[in-house]
């Protein structure tokens, strides 16, 4: 069974950083690319950042340069690093594989808010 669990979401002014973390169980980590996606109200959920097994990573336009997605294997966390936030990017954001929007099974997210 899938276990994810996002955490690291809180309320930061605009210029600033977060990093989220997602929790994951070790069969998910080790075979599975694991991706970060977002949806803000009134909008579509969206894929933000992929990592693979390897580390290979892939982002959405509007944040390269930005965030950075790692992994760290001892803790069986990947984790979305967020820098120079705008308010735009205020949503609640979720940790799934990279068949997340086929699967349709979401955790609980973690909110993000950026104050203008």
């Known amino acids: 069974q899938v276990q994810l669990v996002e955490s690291g979401g809180g309320l930061v002014q605009a210029g600033g950083s977060l990093r989220l973390s997602c929790a994951a169980s070790?069969?998910?980590?080790?075979?599975?690319?694991l991706a970060w996606y977002r949806q803000a109200p009134g909008r579509q959920r969206e894929l933000v950042a992929a990592i693979s097994s390897g580390g290979s990573t892939n982002y959405a336009d509007s944040v390269k340069g930005r965030f950075t997605a790692s992994r760290d294997n001892a803790k069986n966390t990947v984790y979305l690093q967020m820098n120079s936030l705008k308010p735009e990017n205020t949503a609640v954001y979720y940790c799934?594989?990279?068949?997340?929007?086929?699967?349709?099974?979401w955790g609980q997210g973690t909110q993000v808010t950026v104050s203008s």
């Open positions: 799934n594989t990279d068949m997340g929007l086929r699967d349709n099974r």
């Open positions: 070790g069969s998910i980590f080790s075979i599975n690319t």
